[in-house]
């Protein structure tokens, strides 16, 4: 079965620092990577998705994500972190059946300090 | 263009009622899903349309919830008879879902947050 995981829980990084999210992930087959947003009180926002082709995917609001075959990892990533950037962020992998739906991982929680 | 719209945003009911939720896919998508956000059990699939095919209804948690979808468009999540448990967030989500749909993105509602006192 498909499955992703996000090893922390939070993550605490100063603005203007880089920032890094991590999720591995677990597929049988060509894996479908996808990463998604979420603000306080609001829906998830799609920001980045790997399918095929080169492994750095840029994304929306300067992120972007590194798909890591021999590591099974698909880190998300941004150079410079803003304090609007503090969210909750899901990996998720699409599921290998008939459905596309989404396997998420268990949430990232990102804050950045002023 | 709208994105994908859900109402109510917030409902608390009682123990025991039954409550609909309903969500309005982007114009033109096929595929749409309800997912379930809630503490301690992160963010599940409920079910799955696809066009005019038979739904995917292997994450519902119970025979109390099901859904429908008519026309091809609007999406309703009934849940009967609630219990304290129900209470999450339910987000619905759309995607173009064409074949060979595995790389369409899922664009998501901004959820109903359900309290079931």
């Known amino acids: 079965a498909q499955s992703v995981a996000q090893p922390e829980d939070q993550v605490n990084v100063a603005e203007g620092n880089p920032l890094t999210v991590k999720c591995t992930y677990s597929v049988s087959g060509n894996p479908y990577l996808f990463w998604y947003v979420q603000y306080p009180n609001r829906g998830l926002q799609f920001l980045l998705k790997?399918?095929?082709?080169?492994?750095l995917v840029k994304g929306s609001y300067g992120f972007e994500a590194e798909f890591n075959k021999s590591q099974t990892s698909f880190h998300l990533k941004k150079p410079s972190a803003l304090v609007s950037d503090s969210a909750l962020y899901f990996c998720?992998?699409?599921?290998?059946?008939?459905?596309?739906?989404?396997?998420f991982g268990t949430g990232t929680l990102l804050a950045v300090q002023p | 263009g709208a994105g994908v719209s859900q109402s109510p945003s917030n409902k608390v009911t009682e123990k025991g009622k039954d409550v609909e939720l309903r969500c309005d896919p982007i114009?033109?998508?096929?595929?749409l899903y309800w997912y379930r956000q809630s503490l301690g059990q992160g963010l599940e699939f409920l079910i799955y349309f696809q066009g005019n095919s038979a739904p995917d209804k292997s994450g519902l948690p119970s025979d109390r919830f099901s859904a429908e979808r008519t026309g091809g468009s609007v999406s309703t999540l009934t849940i009967q008879r609630t219990q304290q448990e129900d209470s999450a967030v339910y987000l619905c989500a759309s995607s173009s879902g064409l074949a060979g749909g595995k790389s369409n993105e899922q664009f998501f509602g901004p959820g109903t947050r359900l309290t079931v006192l």
């Open positions: 998720a992998v699409r599921d290998g059946g008939a459905t596309n739906k989404l396997i």
């Open positions: 114009s033109g998508h096929t595929a």
């Open positions: 790997y399918i095929t082709g080169d492994n």
